[in-house]
């Protein structure tokens, strides 16, 4: 088994940004190096001890993902070889965690679908019995079903900063200015991509969930993101459905009013939340108990979906 990865160190490849969990490079003009760490954030805030195993499994079961839904929109995969860009000496640091993939625009928001009512959906709908602005039926309890899935954007927050609910409108607006020159010629506008998103997002959910739950797993929520290429076409980029980006629950312990226990990283944040910290950085470090329960969280979400160990 290979030591936890908090940060690669390629030198092969101009690095070009570290994310809270993801080391990006350059191969080419046309394509990047994506190689998935150990990291873990919570609260927006990358804490200071990887969890071991963690990348592979977030790039296994990105992957599964990308395959099983690649007829609903394209996605960012190359199918190079990611040993085959770096050097003889680097690739322990991305077997198993990284991926070619092709260089996109990102369009600037967090697709986020919630196909049950938690966390700070649960919030907002007790205060205005909506989520996002979407109006819900009244009586709703905690962790309830949803009649359908519902697709509240996000804005994305960089590192240490902190994920912000904004309207569909907003959404749009947003596309329409970060994506104005990258459109032009296209025959898109913003406001259209972002509608595309929309429609993709709530399907990719819907086929994930009914699939997930063949498998003994509910998909409570989970957040995608998508770029566009010259032509303006839309793909599904960064992770999917992984236990990082989504909000993942054993259905056989599932009880609408209480909050189930999650395959995601939401063991590491009720401890967090045990602890005298402030949600900002530096995170404070973590028991080795902790780690190894949330290693195997992830390794058994990852068992469960795919039917394989990374």
Known sequence: MSAPLFESSITSLPLLSRGKVRDIYAVDADKLLIVTSDRLSAFDVVLPDPIPRKGEVLQAVANFWFARLGHIVPNQLTGIDPESVVTESERDQVRGRAVVVKRLKPLPIEAVVRGYVIGSGWKDYQQTGAICGIGLPAGLKLAAKLPTPIFTPATKAEVGDHDENISFEQAMVACDKALAEALQG????????????????????????????????????TKFEFGIDKA??????????????????????????????????????????????????????????????????YLEACEKLTGRMP
């Open 186 to 221: 296209t025959g898109k506008t913003g406001a259209q991509l972002a509608e595309e998103a929309r429609a993709a997002a709530i399907r990719l959910y819907e086929e994930a969930a009914a699939y997930a739950a063949t498998r003994g797993i509910i998909i409570a929520d």
């Open 232 to 297: 303006g076409t839309l793909h599904l980029i960064d992770e999917a459905l992984t236990p990082d980006s989504s909000r993942f629950w054993p259905a056989d312990q599932y009880a609408e009013g209480s909050n189930p226990p999650s395959y995601d990283k939401q063991y590491v944040r009720d401890y967090l939340e045990t602890l005298d910290w402030g949600k900002t950085a530096p995170g404070p470090r973590l028991p080795v108990d902790v780690l190894a329960r949330t290693s195997a969280k």
